[in-house]
Nanobody
Framework: QVQLVESGGGLVQAGGSLRLSCAASGSIFSINVMGWYRQAPGKQRELVAAIANGGITNYPDSVKDRFTISRDNAKNPMYLQMNSLKPEDTAVYYC???????????WGQGTQVTVSS
């Protein structure tokens, strides 16, 4: 079992920055890949950043060069540094494990990010 708790969301003006944190507990040492997802109202959930053990990261074009995911090790929180925020970044952000089928994944409860224009 893995427990994930996000924090750091809030309201920010366009162009501003926020840093999200994801505290993990439980059998986190068995997790090789983790990520941040977001879901805006009326839209599907999308992956915005992923990081593997060893530090390899991946981002979609929509956030590349603006968002940075980091995770020192399994014991420390995972972070998502978000810079140059845009109103279209407004969503609930979730941290999650990323494991291929047939493994299930664990999700946090989400944290709201609102970017005003």
């Amino acid at each position: 079992q893995v427990q994930l708790v996000e924090s750091g969301g809030g309201l920010v003006q366009a162009g501003g920055s926020l840093r999200l944190s994801c505290a993990a507990s439980g059998s986190i040492f068995s997790i090789n890949v983790m990520g941040w997802y977001r879901q805006a109202p009326g839209k599907q959930r999308e992956l915005v950043a992923a990081i593997a053990n060893g530090g390899i990261t991946n981002y979609p074009d929509s956030v590349k060069d603006r968002f940075t995911i980091s995770r020192d090790n399994a014991k420390n929180p995972m972070y998502l540094q978000m810079n140059s925020l845009k109103p279209e970044d407004t969503a609930v952000y979730y941290c999650a494990t990323i494991r291929p089928p047939p493994h299930g994944n664990y999700w946090g409860q989400g944290t709201q990010v609102t970017v005003s224009s």
